[in-house]
Nanobody, 115 residues
């Protein structure tokens, strides 16, 4: 029942930066674990970054040192700061929410990294 809306995707050149946002509505945001996933054409959806309700983070090896996940509970929003972007980062990025056995997904936002 929690609605997630991603924003901030777009076209960026290699080496550039982009900041994705995911706004949640309908419940108590502070108790959720939040994650960013991505899916490229012909590939499986993969985990990019996670942040727990306590603020602990985890990243895919491919994005460590380049991406940062954060959350602002007062704004019911989770962010993904993406720096030093590479063409292989091109994908649809999805916001994910988890609490217990409950799960919700956003609609996705396209990120394209190309010269």
């Amino acid at each position: 029942q929690v609605q997630l809306v991603e924003s901030g995707g777009g076209l960026v050149q290699p080496g550039g930066s982009l900041r994705l946002s995911c706004a949640a509505s309908g419940s108590i945001f502070s108790i959720y674990a939040m994650g960013w996933y991505r899916q490229a054409p012909g590939k499986q959806r993969e985990l990019v970054a996670l942040i727990t309700s306590g603020g602990r983070t985890n990243y895919a090896d491919s994005v460590k040192g380049r991406f940062t996940i954060s959350r602002d509970n007062a704004k019911n929003t989770v962010y993904l700061q993406m720096n030093s972007l590479k063409p292989e980062d091109t994908a649809v990025y999805y916001c994910n929410l988890r609490v217990g056995s409950y799960e919700s997904w956003g609609q996705g936002t396209q990120v394209t990294v190309s010269s």
